[in-house]
Nanobody, 122 residues
């Protein structure tokens, strides 16, 4: 199983970016997916998450500005980021809590993507 994220970049304050994260491999089902971020010198923090039932959760700092969504057919999660602020600058990581097949058996594991840089200039 692999997670591949894309969509990061440099944007001016007030601008928008859309991150995508696709999970691939011998996936049986995905329980939930999420986005985390880590700024220099800070701990990794949850940005947003979405369950298989489409329940969402957001960090207070991004509520009203970011929207998480998913395409279950593509095993892909998206993060639409609007009204970006310089304090949103960080490396963004996606993760997925999923069941996968190996050797005719199923396992549950949380996978992480490699991270994508988001830089918001003032």
């Amino acid at each position: 199983v692999q997670l591949q994220a894309s969509g990061g970049g440099l944007v001016q304050a007030g601008g928008s970016l859309r991150l995508s994260c696709a999970a691939s491999g011998r996936i049986v089902s995905i329980n939930g997916m999420g986005w985390f971020r880590q700024a220099p010198g800070k701990q990794r923090e949850l940005v947003a998450s979405i369950t298989s039932g489409d329940s969402t959760n957001y960090a207070d700092s991004v509520k009203g500005r970011f929207t998480i969504s998913r395409d279950s057919a593509k095993n892909t999660v998206y993060l639409q980021m609007n009204s970006l602020k310089p304090e949103d600058t960080a490396v963004y990581y996606c993760n997925a809590d999923l069941r996968y097949e190996s050797g005719l058996r199923h396992y549950t594991k949380t996978y992480w993507g490699p991270g994508t840089q988001v830089t918001v200039s003032s």
